[in-house]
């Protein structure tokens, strides 16, 4: 990396303290990995209590939040830092001051993110079908990455025989014999849309989807602020994205989780998306703590990595937020239905966006 960089400005190199900046570091270390770790935790762990079923007002509230934190997080805080390295003064003017390359890179990232997601989606689906297809299959079978859990329809229960209804519309029929045993058959088969869905609003196929873009985003930002945070040497630059990143680290979190416990992964792989997510920021602090020495983080090759990286972040996280967390949100059939809800998640998105927007004054 170029050591051969622009000038600290006069104002943090008033504040310019090793001694405080190292220790703040380790509070920054403990503080943003226990904030990542419960936010994720959360909606994980606390899915078997009513308050959190993702089907209960308060998680749909909460997860409202943490989509405005999140879409507040790409367009005030990233994008801007974006913008301020590609067109710092340290760079050639050409190209970088005769176009708007953070724009366009976030644009372009929101759309192969669509493309991404799309690809994806299908794959699943297609995986999914062939799955269903297979002879004497049985529900316990199906990929749980792929395949919403199964419940029985309520007042369908006769003569021994049970009509099970999975979220993608595939009905099987269940008979239950005098010895115990089972023997399912596919009924009748349709398809249907993420927003379409019946019982949980989204399917499981598009959350599975949802969570591994989403927490693509989110790591990719965070490996870059945390870098940030572990290069400086200013207590005033350090105290602010101390508490700035604890909090939308939580709520980052807080919406991986909710992604991630509605894709009705394994223990093991949503323990590690989870775990993934809440060692990445703490571990780019300890990795700039350890190329302080020689990293310049004004340097012209640093701005331009930073700035094309942050572009890429706040293009994931905008489209994230906006069509996997808001639309899929508001526009399902359970929101529609309760006007309670509605009102009730749209204050808790902008209460979200607002108070991470705010948070820009320090950050």
Known sequence: MSTSGCSVSPELE???DEKIAF???FVAIACILLAGFIGVAVPLVGKSWRILRSDSGFFSATKAFAAGVIL?????HILPDATSALSDPCLPKFPWSSFPFSGFIAMMAALFTLLADFITTQYYEGKQEKQIETSGIEVGDLD???VP?????DGLEENGIHNVVMDGGDVHRTHIRENGQRHEHLESHSHKHAFEDDDDTDSVVRYAVASQVLELGIVSHSIIIGLSLGVSQSPCTIRP??????FHQFFEGFALGGCISQAKFGILRSTLMAGFF???APISVGIGMGVSSFYDHDSPRALIVEGILDSISAGILIYMALVDLIAAEFLSKKMKSNFGIQMVSFIALFLGAGLMASLAVWA
């Open 14 to 16: 008033a504040c310019w």
């Open 278 to 280: 809440a060692v990445t």
């Open 72 to 76: 507040s997080t790409g367009f005030v």
């Open 149 to 153: 859990l199964v419940s029985k329809e």
């Open 241 to 246: 994205l101390l508490g700035a990143l604890s």
């Open 23 to 25: 220790i703040l570091k």
């Open 144 to 146: 749980p990455a792929v």
